[in-house]
């Protein structure tokens, strides 16, 4: 989404804390939300909302950051904050950028992964109509450890942060969600004239809104849904967001036409796709890098990562498709298969209980139970190729790197480790040997062992 007009934007996203709360090794903005960075999210909104410089300003183990968010997008810019003195002092941090702007300044959090674009549009139209500082406030029944968000009619007077608020402002419900919208024209001149006179003695990017009253400057806040500004202080925290994001992404799926079952059970990807029409049983993962294709049915309990699924596909229950699997159009995938490095051609079937890892299977191929393509010898990896319309018998185990032709039967319990030309039979077993009444002699043996045993007291 964009904003209603051409209006130049810059976008600051403060990322340097230490997020002790966390208890991780990790800095608190690269934990992921639907297994990307949550910085990166806010990076993908501030784009989204037609940013066209966005700078994050970095500090706790600052290489790890930088590498990520330079990662996920080569127009990122990055800024360090060598100390940590408050808000405001984080913004100054990206000056170079901040001189350098025009149109609109919006200051975003990397720990802010649920900002909407709609929620940063609705700032910016504020600018727009004619508003030179913009804070996105929420209503909540338990304001306590929020800055309230002090207001006369339309008017922000003041952003008061609890440890400096009086008993009557901490009855304020109004509260401030950190994400503000400036004039570029006037932010730096407001940001340097922050002081640090407070209880923390720190520099509150806040005290920008009483600066610029009384510059004569205009500032509102504006209500957004308390969701959009959860920040992430804990792993608590974390789940929560993590849970939000998922129900958000599969009410987003299902108005798109996708058919959950079981909505709650369904764990998406940042970036999943899924057509329309497509079915999605329940306790289905769907890790990074998957498509699902119109008609598509993924049944209960299966995870996907890296996979694409053609038209009409079924996957599953109990499937797994591994990077590299590309199934095509009305292939079936059963219980307790799993598919790694593999294409499966037009109405191939594995139904159950085998392993297709580095293998092209032909169109019409059938795969029977307890199949598996002997891949590795410990060193390297090498292809099984199988013909269309080629009927593998159960148990049979392909030992790669080997190509079966096109029409071919192997029997059941097969050893397949040369080549086999279309339309063969082969088999790779022992001779069955019948031996009459042996059966009989090792029952009568077993017994007699067995009564022997609990006669001198070594067998209960």
């Known amino acids: 989404m964009t904003t209603p007009d051409q209006t130049t934007c810059t976008t600051v996203i403060l990322a340097a804390g230490e997020g002790k709360r966390m208890r991780s090794d990790t800095p608190k903005v690269l934990h992921p939300v639907a297994g990307l960075a949550m910085v990166n999210h806010v990076i993908d909104t501030a784009i989204s909302t037609g940013s066209d410089t966005v700078a994050v300003v970095v500090g706790n183990q600052a290489e790890r950051v930088e590498a990520v968010v330079r990662g996920h997008s080569d127009t990122v810019s990055t800024h360090i904050q060598h100390e940590r003195k408050g808000t405001a002092h984080a913004v100054l941090a990206a000056r170079a950028v901040i001189e350098k702007a025009g149109g609109d300044l919006v200051i975003l959090y990397g720990d802010v992964p649920l900002i909407r674009s709609e929620a940063i549009d609705s700032a910016r139209e504020a600018l727009r109509s004619g508003c030179d500082v913009v804070v996105l406030g929420f209503h909540t029944a338990k304001p306590t450890g929020y800055g309230r968000l002090l207001t006369?009619?339309?008017?922000?007077?003041?952003i008061r942060e609890e440890k400096d608020a009086t008993d009557e402002e901490r009855k304020v419900t109004f509260c401030?969600?950190?994400?503000?919208?400036?004039?570029a024209e006037h932010a730096l001149d407001l940001l340097d004239a922050v002081g640090s006179g407070n209880a923390q003695g720190e520099y509150y990017l806040t005290d920008t809104v009483e600066i610029a009253r009384e510059r004569g400057l205009k500032a509102v806040a504006i209500e957004v849904p308390e969701a959009d500004t959860l920040g992430v202080n804990d792993r608590?925290?974390?789940a929560q967001v993590e849970e939000l994001w998922?129900?958000?992404r599969r009410e987003a799926a299902m108005r798109d036409g996708v058919t959950m079952t079981s909505p709650g059970t369904v764990i998406l990807h940042h970036d999943t796709q899924l057509a329309s029409d497509?079915?999605?049983e329940p306790n289905v993962v769907f890790a990074a890098g998957v498509s699902i294709s119109s008609g598509a049915t993924i049944r209960a309990f299966s995870h996907l990562e890296g996979a694409t699924v053609g038209e009409g596909a079924v996957v599953g229950p109990y499937a797994r498709l591994r990077p590299g699997a590309d199934l095509g159009k009305s292939t079936k995938v059963g219980n307790f298969v799993e598919i790694k490095g593999a294409t499966l051609g037009e109405g191939a079937k594995v139904n159950h209980l085998s392993y297709i890892g580095d293998a092209e299977v032909g169109a019409k191929a059938n795969i029977g139970a307890g199949t598996i393509t002997c891949n590795y010898d410990g060193y390297n990896k090498w292809k099984t190729r199988i013909g269309e319309g080629a009927f593998i018998g159960s148990n049979t185990s392909l030992v790669a790197p080997v190509t079966v032709g096109a029409g071919i039967i192997t029997a059941a319990g097969s050893v397949i480790s040369r080549d086999v030309e279309a339309d063969a039979l082969a088999i790779t077993r022992a001779e069955q040997k019948n031996l009459p009444g042996k059966a009989k002699q090792l029952r009568e043996r077993n017994a007699a062992t067995k009564a022997s045993k609990k006669l001198d007291g070594s067998s209960k």
């Open 152 to 158: 006369d009619g339309a008017q922000l007077l003041a």
């Open 176 to 183: 401030n969600s950190g994400i503000m919208a400036f004039r």
């Open 236 to 238: 608590v925290q974390l």
């Open 246 to 248: 998922q129900q958000r």
């Open 278 to 280: 497509c079915i999605i």
